[in-house]
Structure formats: structure tokens, C-alpha cells
């Protein structure tokens, strides 16, 4: 599928084209924050955690859970949303500088690759429950707890979309 223009400049196919782009903005000083998740419905949440993991450096990555991943992790009758509109949507967020898409089990791959000073995730985690703590510590980084306490989900408005009367 190809890549719509709208977002064709923060979207990369390629990790390793993501690698230099990541490489640019560092030479340049500028220091990078790393996020990954499915945001599927995209919520108040999603949008508090971007914008806290934001004020952390000078450029936000996204990865972006691919279909494949998101249905093994969560269950096939998830993502609602495909990868490639759920990377659109993201895209248009000012906070968001540059995405990819990963079917990995975790982004320890794409840590080694990119190498970010900052390692964000929600609030709902605890550096012991992140999976890629380990990674992080030994490239050097840090990681940061951001956005609000948990208290939105894409889950939970399926929930809710799901308990409305038909028309």
C-alpha cells in the first residue's frame, strides 16, 4: 500500500531510513524521546502521554504496534483502526516527528537502532514492568513515565461504543 503525501514526510517504512533521519536531528543537538504502543482509538490519553513524552527532548519517535502484532498481543478482533490510518492520524499530532510501524514482540530492536535518550511509556507501567528496561539502561538512556494516571483506553471505549442502543 502506499504511503498517502499527507504524512509521507514523518512516516518511515524503513527503520534504518528512521535511523538516519534520527541521526540528522542528533547532529544537529538535538536530543530524541522513543514511544511506541498500538493507539488504536485515538483518546484524551494517547494525546496527554504524546504531549508529556514531547517535553521530554527536542523530537518525538513513535513506533506503532503493526496489525499483525496488535491481534497477538491484544486479540483478533483487534486493531479497529489499520496501521497505516492509525500512523495518519498520528502524524497530524505537532507533537509527533517522526513514525514507523513494528511487528516485533517488544522495540528492543529499535532502541539498539536508534538509540534515544529517552524511553517514554504511560503511567500505567512501572520501569520493573516495562519489558525494554533492561535495553534502555544499558544504552544508556532513561526512561520516563508520562501522560496522566491511566484512566482512559481504547478498550474501554469500545466498551461504551459497543453498550449503545441500536438507532
Known amino acids: 500500500m502506499s504511503v498517502p503525501p499527507s504524512f509521507a514526510g514523518k512516516f518511515f517504512r524503513e527503520?534504518?531510513?528512521l535511523a538516519s533521519q534520527v541521526a540528522a536531528w542528533r547532529e544537529v543537538g538535538e536530543s530524541i524521546v522513543f514511544s511506541n504502543g498500538?493507539?488504536?482509538l485515538l483518546h484524551v490519553g494517547h494525546i496527554r502521554c504524546l504531549r508529556d513524552a514531547?517535553?521530554?527532548?527536542?523530537?518525538?519517535?513513535?513506533?506503532v504496534n503493526s496489525d499483525a502484532s496488535?491481534?497477538?498481543?491484544k486479540g483478533p478482533q483487534l486493531p479497529i483502526v489499520p496501521e497505516l490510518e492509525r500512523v495518519e492520524v498520528l502524524s497530524a499530532l505537532s507533537c509527533?516527528?517522526?513514525?514507523?510501524?513494528?511487528?516485533?514482540?517488544?522495540?528492543?530492536?529499535?532502541?539498539r537502532l536508534l538509540r534515544?535518550?529517552?524511553?517514554?511509556?504511560?503511567?500505567e507501567y512501572t520501569p520493573e514492568t516495562i519489558p525494554e528496561t533492561p535495553t534502555v539502561r544499558a544504552l544508556g538512556g532513561e526512561i520516563a513515565l508520562v501522560g496522566d494516571p491511566k484512566a482512559h483506553s481504547s478498550s474501554w471505549l469500545?466498551?461504551?461504543?459497543?453498550?449503545?442502543?441500536?438507532?
Open 38 to 40: 498500538v493507539f488504536d
Open 116 to 123: 534515544p535518550e529517552i524511553y517514554a511509556k504511560g503511567r
Open 54 to 63: 514531547k517535553s521530554h527532548g527536542d523530537r518525538l519517535v513513535l513506533a
Open 70 to 73: 496488535t491481534r497477538a498481543n
Open 158 to 167: 469500545i466498551r461504551r461504543i459497543r453498550a449503545l442502543p441500536p438507532d
Open 15 to 17: 527503520h534504518r531510513e
Open 96 to 111: 509527533v516527528d517522526a513514525l514507523t510501524i513494528f511487528s516485533e514482540p517488544t522495540v528492543d530492536g529499535l532502541l
